[in-house]
Nanobody
Framework: QVQLVESGGGLVQAGGSLRLSCAAS????????IAWFRQAPGKEREFVTA????????VYSDSVKGRFTISRDNAKSTVYLQMNSLKPEDTAVYFC?????????????????WGQGTQVTVSS
């Protein structure tokens, strides 16, 4: 059992920055893949980024590449999503997800554990 809790969402202006946090518990961090997804109204859940807990590999969607960065704090068992140069189209509920294993994937079905989501709204 892995528990994930997101925080850090809110309302920001276009061009601004926001950092999301995902606190993890009940897992072996050394053998876990972590990902961020987002879902806007009327849209399917969209892959944003993923990394191994070890940090060996990272993957970003084309829509956020160069603007978003995934990182980890091993001591706090927390994963972060630093979002810069935010655009209105980034508005969505952002979810943290985890899978037991070292591999990465873009499909949500790969991930076994999910947080509750945190709303990010970018105003223009």
């Amino acid at each position: 059992q892995v528990q994930l809790v997101e925080s850090g969402g809110g309302l920001v202006q276009a061009g601004g920055s926001l950092r999301l946090s995902c606190a993890a518990s009940g897992r072996s961090a050394s053998n876990t893949a972590i990902a961020w997804f987002r879902q806007a109204p009327g849209k399917e859940r969209e892959f944003v980024t993923a990394t191994n807990w070890s940090g060996r590999s990272t993957v970003y969607s084309d829509s956020v590449k160069g603007r978003f960065t995934i990182s980890r704090d091993n001591a706090k068992s927390t994963v972060y999503l630093q979002m810069n140069s935010l655009k209105p189209e980034d508005t969505a509920v952002y979810f943290c997800a985890a899978a037991l294993g070292s591999g990465l994937a873009r499909g949500p079905a790969y991930y076994n554990y999910w947080g509750q989501g945190t709303q990010v709204t970018v105003s223009s």
